[in-house]
């Protein structure tokens, strides 16, 4: 027994023989009052269609009606360019609207009708005269071309107070990060000439692979606004140069309370960059540089940062760093003096049990063992530091080689030049004259062995489905299609290694279809049941098993479009998949580029 997760508390029961139909969870209740009150406007949550102005119809009527208008929330529904341009034009006399609340409105929706819809409602926005303090476009997978749809707005007098800009999963990517940031810069720059710069306070803008140029454009606009008071960015691919140009602008934002960088990649360069914008920061409460690889070296420059300050410092969260057993210790004694520490994550690091001992052992001294997160993920201690450090030595100097190349050619010719004939003979005989002894070549690696499906299919990665080549055919050879779940594990584990790099795509899709072209061409394959479970395992159904979710849906989602679109699929399951694909959902929420991508396709099946 299946029950869907719909908001409003729908049930719906989902056997081997019936599939759901569109209309699952679609408008389950009616809009009634919507009126929340404190000037709030709500349709959250409703997941409605809105194509045209007739769609649009109740919720334009109860927008013209809502006196005092200060906030509206689309959130959880899906509005089209025709429906946005009629909603607009309710909006056009809304001079009192502050907070828009506008995340995940786009869903289903083709990436070309975002910023046309987006240009409409940040024009009437302008025309009312509206002064907003916070806009949320989050988990709206527009691109660097929807940008471009509210950079006017952004620009605008509508702007210049603004507090609050949550760009939260928009897949904006370096070319949008750059446009934003000299967006920003416009709205200070034409505010400031008005008397009242943009004071903004918080900015959200995680998962955007806004990568190295992107962060560095947003530092630039950090450095000139100067009241952030919390970052959020998440998950971009930011290394080394982007953390210290991040880390610089932070030094001109002294109310800075929150920094949330988890998931980018400091090394140590970025680590003591981060730590001396700390040594400058007063206000800190909350530091979140977990899977940064801060490493040992960054560790030990931020826990200096420590003793110096951060007195109002509340959580600091280093998990999953690479920090050796040595640099936690002067960690955990770093904090001594924080009366006001809730929380200290350091699981997922290299300390070994004798470390995590001596970790608790410190903080108990300071009465503040309960502060200590679980260590249950250690690493161990080993004495890999030094091999990790040469390793990133060797990453910064590749980084470095190609901007010292040239200045290193035109010294070497220099050089030439000033070196008479004479000198150069002598240089040779003295060069004849060493007796080097040639270097011996280095020990030849030992071959990989093989892969075979149950090696694969027992700890898959990307590069043992690679190695297994032709041979990637037998694990959909040996998986028994009559055998439901089987299938379901098969797909998910193939599908978890997915990759954008073409070489691992094509490998993923080609071991799927064998997978899947032997389940769905076998006459005692239940096809419904093995779309019910793999909602399941997607966590976009509940089950009456306790069965652990898949925590990344990327590789799923994206492999799951390939496999809608063969022709062994049978299309009458496509509905099916479009009434769970287009709900809410946190777990889709979190990956909204593969999800639109899922969802055009099966619109157009």
Known sequence: MVT??????????????????????ELADSLAKTRVGGGELSFKGKTLKLNTAEDAENVIQEIKEYEGLQALRLEGNTVGVEAAKAIAKALENK?????????????????????????????????????????????????PDGVRGFEALLKSLACFT????????????????????????ECHRKSSLLGKPLALKVFVAGR??????????????????????????????????????????????????????????????????????????????????????VRSKGALAIASALKGGLHKLKELNLSFCEIKRDAALTLAESVEDKSELERLDLNGNNFGEEGCEHIQEILDGFNMASVLGSLSDD??????????DNDEEEEDEEEEEEGEEDDDEEEDNEDDEERGDDE???????????????????P?????????????????????????????????????????????????????????????KTAVEETVDCLMKKAFGSSVFQADMFVTSLLVRMGLLKSEDKIKPVLHLYGPLLTLNHVVQQDYFQKSLAPVLLAFISKPNVALESQPLARHTLLQTLHKL
């Open 162 to 185: 603004l507090q609050e800009l949550k760009l939260n999963n928009c897949g904006m990517g370096i070319g949008g990060g750059k446009i934003l940031a000299t967006a920003l810069i």
């Open 424 to 442: 150069e003979e002598d240089e040779e005989k003295v060069e004849l004259s060493k007796k080097i002894p040639e270097p011996e070549s280095p």
């Open 95 to 143: 001079s009192d609207l502050k907070r828009c609340h506008w995340s995940d409105m786009f869903t289903g929706r083709l990436r070309s009708e975002i910023p046309p819809a987006l240009i409409s409602l940040g024009e009437a926005l302008m025309r009312a005269g509206a002064q907003l303090t916070e806009l949320d476009l989050s988990d709206n997978a527009f691109g």
């Open 4 to 25: 869907a997760a719909c908001p409003n508390v729908i049930s719906v029961q989902l056997g081997p023989n019936n599939m759901a139909s569109e209309d699952i969870c």
């Open 379 to 388: 690493e161990g201690d080993d004495d890999e530091e030094d091999e990790a």
């Open 444 to 504: 030849t690696a030992a071959p990989l062995p093989p892969v075979d499906a149950s090696i694969f299919l027992s700890f898959p990665s990307p590069e043992k489905l690679l190695r297994m080549g032709p041979k990637r055919s037998t694990i959909g050879a040996q998986t028994d299609v009559t055998d439901t779940e089987k299938v379901v594990q098969a797909f998910i584990q193939i599908s978890s290694v997915y990759r954008d790099e073409q070489a691992v």
């Open 208 to 293: 955007n692979r806004l990568e190295n140029d992107g962060a560095t454009a947003l530092a630039d606009a950090f450095r000139l606004i100067g009241t952030l008071e919390e970052v959020h960015m998440p998950q971009n691919g930011i290394t080394h140069p982007g953390i210290t140009a991040l880390a610089e602008a932070f030094k001109s934002n002294p109310l800075m309370k929150v920094i949330n960088l988890n998931d980018n990649t400091f090394t140590d360069k970025g680590g003591i960059a981060m730590a001396e914008a700390l040594k400058t920061l007063r206000q800190v409460e909350h530091i979140n540089f977990g899977d940064c690889l």
